[in-house]
C-alpha cells in the first residue's frame, strides 16, 4: 500500500514521477476505470468548503501533488513529498511511453478548436500516441449522452478530462465506472498547454517552484486566485499546530 500525506483532509500519495507514471501504466493493465486527480493548493482551499468535491478528491485512486504550494505544505507537517508531481508533466511523461505501445487516448475538454489542436500537436510531438478521439469542454448537459456514446464506443485506455475543477473532478467521478476506460485523469487547463495557446513557464521558473509567479506576471488577472495559496499555507499552519 503506497503511503499517504494528508493535507486538509486530502490524501496525497507520496510519490515521485516516475512512480507516478509506472502505477498509471499499471492501471492499464487492471479490469476497472482507475481516477487520478492533481490538486494544487487551490483545489484544496475549495475541497474545505465543498464536502462532495472533497469526498471525490478522498476517494480518488491516485492524488498527486500539484503546486509546490502541496510540497511546502507537506515539509511544514514534517511529513515531505518526495517531489511536485505537476498534471501537465505526469501526461506528457505518459504519452511518452504510450507513443511506443497500443495504448489509447481521448481528449475531452477545452474550447472548440483548441482541443483538435492539442491533439495534432501532441501527435507530432509524439510520433506513434494513439488520439483517438476528442470533443470540447463547452456542452450542455443535453449533449452528454452522445459524448458518452463517442467514448464508449471508442473505448479508449486512458480519458484526459479539461473541464476545470471541480467540475472535471465531478465528472470523472460520476461517469468512471460506466466507461470502457482504464484511467481518467482530470487536467485542467493542459490542452490549452498542448495547443501552445498558453505558453508554460521556463524550466528555471518550474524547476525553483515558481512557475506560478511566472503565470501571475503574464496573467496579472489571476492575482484573486493566487491569494488562495497564502491563505492555504495558514489553514495548514492553523491545522498542524492550533488544533
Same mark, same amino acid.
Given at each position: ?44 482551499? &475549495?475541497? &474545505? ?40 508533466? &505526469? ?12 495504448? &489509447? ?139
Amino acid at each position: 500500500m503506497r503511503k499517504k500525506v494528508n493535507i486538509l483532509g486530502i490524501p496525497f500519495d507520496s510519490i515521485t514521477m516516475e512512480e507516478t507514471v509506472d502505477c498509471i501504466f499499471d492501471f492499464f493493465k487492471g479490469d476497472s476505470c482507475k481516477s487520478v486527480y492533481t490538486p494544487n493548493p487551490e483545489m484544496v482551499m &475549495t475541497a &474545505t468548503k465543498d464536502p462532495d468535491f472533497a469526498q471525490v478528491l478522498q476517494e480518488g485512486d491516485l492524488v498527486i501533488p500539484d503546486g509546490i504550494g502541496i510540497i511546502i505544505a507537506s515539509r511544514l507537517r514534517k511529513n515531505p513529498l518526495p517531489e511536485r508531481v505537476a498534471g501537465y508533466d &505526469t501526461v506528457q511523461n505518459l504519452f511518452q511511453k504510450m507513443k511506443d505501445t497500443s495504448y &489509447t487516448v481521448y481528449f475531452l475538454g477545452a474550447a472548440p478548436g483548441v482541443v483538435e489542436k492539442a491533439a495534432k500537436r501532441m501527435k507530432h510531438q509524439y510520433p506513434g500516441l494513439k488520439i483517438i478521439g476528442s470533443h470540447h469542454g463547452y456542452f450542455q448537459e443535453k449533449e452528454e449522452i452522445a459524448i458518452l456514446n463517442d467514448i464508449q464506443e471508442k473505448s479508449p485506455d486512458l480519458l484526459l478530462v479539461g473541464l476545470g475543477f471541480p467540475r472535471q473532478e465531478k465528472w470523472i467521478a460520476k461517469y468512471k465506472n460506466d466507461l470502457p476506460v482504464k484511467v481518467c485523469i482530470g487536467v485542467g487547463g493542459s490542452f490549452d498547454g498542448m495547443s501552445g495557446k498558453v505558453k508554460r513557464a521556463p524550466v528555471f521558473f518550474q524547476q525553483i517552484g515558481l512557475e506560478w509567479f511566472y503565470r501571475f506576471l503574464h496573467q496579472p488577472s489571476r492575482w484573486r486566485r493566487m491569494l488562495q495559496l497564502p491563505k492555504f499555507l495558514w489553514y495548514v499552519l492553523r491545522d498542524t499546530y492550533i488544533k
